[in-house]
């Protein structure tokens, strides 16, 4: 992947001038193709994702890597059926290939087509070589079919197309330097092209006249062995292997069964396996830290670079293991072919609350953290599935709740009997689900204006993973989370510190002389916190709490720290909680009575299942799906639902007599 830099002009967002331009190839072809792993193949790690302008739709632009010799802008685009686009991503993506706009019309499309299902891949070659492109056809998938026998004469179905085709193997890189070849003749071509016009819808009967063509050529292209033609065996056919597999994949108990002990596995994966890495990290941002402070000792530039600046990188940073991890189990279960299976499993029960198959496995990603969770929904088709699974990511139990889930429901369990508080962890996380499900039925009954959308899926053949592309994706893909969410938790991170360091009182300075209970106490954060101290009531408590909850907005843990600080806890590591409980036993509200009770304990509990307090998750929203309000509604509603709920429990374990 060596080489030289990538050509600034080349990766840029704006359209070159005619003397500088680079020329551009459009990257098409159905979903399952081979097109992305072709991508990758031809651009190496020189590439970068962005959104089409005005969505979110993602695609990646970069230029070829130098071992190709050719200069030009790569841009692959979403899977693409035919130019007759079926959905609103399907939709942008034909509008930008006719005129994208930032790169204009491409100079060159490269097509990849499937050679195991070649017929129906061509549909889509004749739109786009009826339309006017210049053409070169990617054959993928030769392996597979030679696997049953057949082979496929690239030279005759390049005089048929009337297009260069190159039979490539992008996986072990056969065929690449030819196809190159072959884009840089059509590059360097000068008889002028003619500019591609869209083509006007076609009736059924035209449609049918184009497949019994395609079908045709398919046929005349295509070797198969004199048994399967004796035997009358249909070139579509599934290999033996794939026959096989499925029968237990696919199987509805078996195959349901591990389905779900492979999700497991990838939850525990995300989750302990990610987990020393995350301390590392924590450690070393810790490290820094205390570092910056040794160097800069009470003073405001040190505590804004240690306590905001670094702690708020470090945010960003802490969430980087989990990312990887999800999206190279995705990577890995995509690149066999296994994962469309498991959507197809789950599609039935998820059908009857709004979403279908490719839902399930953001939602788990969700436990681990809603920010991988979020991202992974990208692979939803639909805008109506993934809107909707976008919005009740925040409902599913992350693990930054486990902190609190265990300081609260220690405080409720009675000594020797820890059975309780797993019973009541339990709780929490169906719970979780229960409202999830809750509010996706509700919400998918209301967003009537996206029609529903069929769950359709073809089933790849099952294939050997290429570790190496696996791990070039995941990285990429880590890389650009960073560079997405770092400015905007940065500066969350930074207001958050801002708001507990400053007093509210200009005449008092901030500095270290003041504990850090007093200072917190006496910061703009307090004065939000006796703001909210009317609405502390219901749920029991006082201003303190309210404090500890504006806190966790910048993330969910620091409501442990925080509430140690407030109510002057000192202890640390293991003898923290201890001493939190005790702290907890012992607080009382200004009337004398006791600040933490049975009934508001089991309250905030509920608001920690329901609220939506992190605003990185809100950021994330926001980026993915494309909608401020999506994100406003989902930081109004959860937390509003979280109150009330929270305030309707503690009132009526009171009235029940529990306190």
């Known amino acids: ?95 930008a290939l006719f005129h994208h706009p ?110 019994q063509h395609v079908e045709d050529i398919e046929r005349s292209v295509i070797g198969t062995p004199v048994r399967m033609a004796q035997a009358n065996i249909p070139l579509h056919t599934p290999n033996e292997r794939t026959v096989h597999l499925d029968s237990l994949f696919l199987h509805p108990i078996w195959g349901l069964l ?7 596995g990838i939850f525990t994966s995300i989750f302990w396996l990610a987990q020393p890495a995350m301390d590392t990290i924590d450690q070393a941002f810790g490290w820094l830290a205390n570092l910056i402070h040794s160097w800069l000792p009470d003073t405001l530039p040190g505590d804004f670079l240690a306590d905001g600046l670094v702690m708020g990188l470090g945010s960003v940073a802490m969430f980087l293991p989990q990312i990887f991890i999800l999206f190279f189990a995705m990577g890995i279960l995509e690149d066999t072919g296994y994962l469309a299976r498991g959507a197809m499993l789950v599609d039935r029960p998820l059908a009857k609350i709004g979403l279908n198959g490719r839902s399930f496995v953001p939602m788990l990603s969700g436990f681990a953290c809603a920010i991988p969770g979020i991202m992974a929904a990208r692979t939803i088709p639909s805008k109506r599935e993934r809107l909707l699974t976008i919005f009740i990511m925040p409902l599913m139990s992350c693990s930054a709740r486990l902190p609190v889930y265990a300081l609260l429901l220690g405080f409720l369990t009675p000594s020797g009997k820890p059975w309780i508080g797993g019973l009541g962890l339990t709780a929490l996380y169906f719970g979780s689900l229960l409202s999830g499900a809750v509010v996706v039925t509700i919400a998918s009954r209301l967003a009537k204006r996206y029609a529903p959308s069929p769950f359709m899926l073809e089933l790849p053949a099952y294939r050997r993973p290429q570790l190496r592309i696996i791990l070039r994706s995941t990285s990429n893909r880590a890389m650009n989370y960073l560079r997405k969410a770092t400015i905007p938790i940065v500066s969350v991170a930074t207001a958050i510190w801002a708001l507990t360091y400053f007093s509210v009182d200009p005449s008092q300075s901030p500095s270290a002389n003041l504990l850090a209970s007093d200072r917190l106490a006496h910061s703009w954060a307090a004065a939000i916190g006796h703001w909210l101290d009317p609405l502390m009531g219901p749920l029991g408590f006082d201003w303190r709490v309210g404090v500890a909850l504006v806190a966790t907005f910048a993330a969910r843990e620091v409501f442990v720290s925080s509430l140690a600080l407030l109510l002057k806890v000192t202890a640390e590591g293991d003898a923290l909680q201890g001493a939190l409980h005790t702290a907890m036993h012992s607080a009382t509200l200004a009337n004398g009575a006791a600040l933490f009770t049975t009934a508001s304990v089991v309250g905030l509990l509920i608001y920690f299942v329901i609220a939506m307090q992190c605003l990185t998750t809100f950021v994330v929203s926001r980026k993915e799906s494309g909608s401020l309000a999506l994100a406003i509604s989902q930081l109004v509603l959860f937390n509003l639902l979280a109150y009330l709920l929270a305030s309707m429990t503690t009132q009526g374990l009171r009235w029940l007599g529990i306190t």
């Open 258 to 264: 591990l389905f779900v002990l492979s999700m497991v």
């Open 102 to 211: 930032k790169f204009g019309i491409p100079d060159l499309i490269l097509l990849v087509v499937d050679a195991t299902q070649l017929s129906r891949h061509l549909y889509l070659a004749q739109q786009i070589h009826d339309s006017g492109f210049r053409m070169v056809l990617a054959v993928t998938m030769t392996d597979l079919l030679a696997e049953k026998g057949c082979s496929i004469d690239t030279k005759s179905l390049g005089e048929q197309m009337d297009c260069p085709t190159v039979a490539i193997d992008s996986r072990t890189g056969k065929g690449l330097m030819e196809l190159v070849a072959q884009c840089r003749g059509e590059l360097l071509e000068t008889v002028p092209a003619v500019r591609p016009r869209p083509m006007p819808p076609k009736d059924d009967a035209e449609v049918c006249r184009i497949y």
């Open 1 to 95: 992947m060596g080489g030289a830099p990538v050509n600034d002009a080349a990766l840029s967002d704006e359209q070159p001038s005619s003397a500088q331009r680079v020329p551009l190839i459009f990257l098409v072809g159905q979903p399952n193709s081979g097109k992305t792993t072709l991508f990758n193949a031809l651009t190496g790690s020189r590439f970068r994702a962005v959104n089409y302008p005005g969505a979110t739709v993602e695609y990646s632009v970069g230029q070829a890597s130098a071992k190709f010799r050719l200069l030009a802008q790569i841009l692959d685009s979403p899977g693409l059926n035919s130019l007759n686009a079926c959905s609103p991503d399907e939709e942008l993506t034909v509008e």
